[in-house]
């Protein structure tokens, strides 16, 4: 098993700019999440998902929007890159029932 | 709302000597807790958790926290680390009353070892 994984690991782009943020479990999870990361401020919720087909606003959703369209999958987007986007993004997945998130890699995005 | 306070921002200890890394948290119920560890350009990995029962909780690379109701503390400690024990932890709290699950994280706490 691969567990949690997210593509593109690294990524530069121009304020303005849209890119989209892949996250793939293969774990069966019913629960996918999305963190931003910053210096001193630990990991912030953006967006969740308790299933497929359906997904809800977390602490900072702003500027974000997200989709999953099948279990495994969780994708987010940036419309409209600014630099206060500029973070370290973390995808995790829990299973029904369980209590721990399992974390991606991680993807350092810059915003210039 | 729940919160989690990681007392240090930045901690150094020499290689041997013994760790101790402060988290505080503030929840109305009996809280979920946990400590992961983000090596440098790594996720986060689960080191250990609480819920129930016995106070103290071991973990993964011989690590073990304690829960202290009345301190509201769930403090990460090791006898000895290791030079591979650099890293930065992070504290945080789960409520799973809430439909999804909610995880609060601390700032973090980045520890450096010295040989």
């Known amino acids: 098993n691969a567990g949690v994984t997210q593509t593109p690991k690294f990524r530069v782009l121009k304020t303005g700019q849209s890119m989209t943020l892949l996250c793939a479990q293969d774990m069966n999870h019913e629960y996918m999440y999305w963190y931003r990361q910053d210096p001193g401020m630990g990991l912030r919720l953006i967006h969740y998902?308790?299933?497929?087909?359906?997904?809800a606003k977390g602490e900072v959703p702003d500027g974000y929007n997200v989709s999953r369209l099948k279990k495994q999958n969780f994708l987010l987007g940036l419309e409209s890159a600014a630099p206060s986007q500029t973070s370290v993004y973390f995808c995790a997945s829990r299973g029904s029932g369980t209590d721990t998130q399992y974390f991606g890699p991680g993807t350092r995005l810059t915003v210039l | 709302a729940q919160s989690v306070t990681q007392p240090d921002i930045h901690i150094t200890v020499s290689e041997g000597a013994s760790l101790e890394l402060r988290c505080n948290y503030s929840?109305?119920?009996?809280?979920?807790l946990f400590w992961y560890v983000q090596s440098p350009g790594q996720g986060l990995q689960l080191l250990l958790k609480y819920f129930s029962g016995d106070t103290l909780v071991q973990g993964i690379k011989g690590f073990e926290a304690e829960f202290k109701r009345s301190q509201s503390s769930f403090n990460l400690r090791k006898p000895s680390v290791h030079w591979s024990d650099a890293a930065e932890y992070f504290c945080a709290v789960g409520e799973f009353g809430t439909s999804y699950g909610k995880l609060t994280f601390g700032q973090g706490t980045i520890l450096t070892v010295h040989p």
């Open positions: 929840y109305g119920a009996t809280p979920y």
């Open positions: 998902s308790v299933g497929e087909g359906t997904t």
